[in-house]
């Protein structure tokens, strides 16, 4: 592993992060240099590398998450401004662990679920997964449901996101809240979205 990958990931130690009641170990800290979208080439191993090739950057946003996934305590995802289009064939970034993404505030990132003519969801928490996100914008994403996030097992924290023109066929375009979710939103307007018969911002089956 080289230094500039090897620098990607920042140990904390014992410091710790309150996640809802729970006080949970702080993890490591990747930060996203990347605006191509790829996965890890080797998940697990404490480097956020996708291999890029053709440009200085190796860390992309899908990479950092894979890597978070399968780290202990909760890691955290620096983003910086710019539109990170997903593949549609790598399709949405999945949550499965505790995660924290976090957007510059001063111009947030957009994640956007269109390339091309093809378009996916653009987050799923599931699994027990824990995520929190600050200052992204989530655009452009489509599924059956739950088109921008969805929610089905484990809780999403969204601080100052903006959520527009996503859909679904079912419902949930912005959001999907599943039975066994739990959504909490701050500051976070939602509008533009479509979700074919219910709800096209919100389709709460959850917790909100």
């Given at each position: 592993m080289n230094a500039s990958v090897r620098a990607q990931a920042r140990h904390h130690g014992l410091d710790t992060f309150l996640l809802g009641l729970a006080?949970?170990?702080l993890g490591f800290t990747f930060q996203v240099d990347s605006l191509t979208d790829a996965p890890d080439v080797n998940p697990?191993?404490?480097a956020c590398d996708a291999g890029v090739t053709g440009g200085a950057g190796r860390c992309t946003l899908r990479a950092a998450v894979m890597e978070s996934n399968v780290a202990s305590g909760i890691d955290t995802i620096e983003v910086p401004s710019g539109i990170y289009n997903l593949d549609p064939n790598l399709g949405p970034l999945i949550i499965t662990s505790e995660v924290k993404i976090q957007g510059a505030a001063a111009s947030r990132p957009i994640l956007d679920g269109m390339n091309g003519t093809l378009r996916t969801r653009?987050?799923?928490?599931s699994g027990g997964g824990y995520l929190v996100?600050?200052?992204l914008i989530i655009q452009n994403g489509f599924s059956q449901v739950g088109g921008g996030i969805a929610v089905d097992e484990g809780t999403a924290e969204l601080n100052d996101l903006m959520i527009r023109d996503n859909g679904s066929f079912t419902g949930g375009g912005g959001v999907i809240i599943s039975s066994k979710g739990t959504v909490k939103m701050w500051r976070s307007p939602i509008f533009h979205n479509r979700g074919g018969a219910f709800g096209g911002g919100i389709l709460n089956q959850g917790t909100l």
């Amino acid at each position: 592993m080289n230094a500039s990958v090897r620098a990607q990931a920042r140990h904390h130690g014992l410091d710790t992060f309150l996640l809802g009641l729970a006080i949970v170990p702080l993890g490591f800290t990747f930060q996203v240099d990347s605006l191509t979208d790829a996965p890890d080439v080797n998940p697990g191993d404490q480097a956020c590398d996708a291999g890029v090739t053709g440009g200085a950057g190796r860390c992309t946003l899908r990479a950092a998450v894979m890597e978070s996934n399968v780290a202990s305590g909760i890691d955290t995802i620096e983003v910086p401004s710019g539109i990170y289009n997903l593949d549609p064939n790598l399709g949405p970034l999945i949550i499965t662990s505790e995660v924290k993404i976090q957007g510059a505030a001063a111009s947030r990132p957009i994640l956007d679920g269109m390339n091309g003519t093809l378009r996916t969801r653009l987050i799923h928490v599931s699994g027990g997964g824990y995520l929190v996100a600050n200052h992204l914008i989530i655009q452009n994403g489509f599924s059956q449901v739950g088109g921008g996030i969805a929610v089905d097992e484990g809780t999403a924290e969204l601080n100052d996101l903006m959520i527009r023109d996503n859909g679904s066929f079912t419902g949930g375009g912005g959001v999907i809240i599943s039975s066994k979710g739990t959504v909490k939103m701050w500051r976070s307007p939602i509008f533009h979205n479509r979700g074919g018969a219910f709800g096209g911002g919100i389709l709460n089956q959850g917790t909100l």
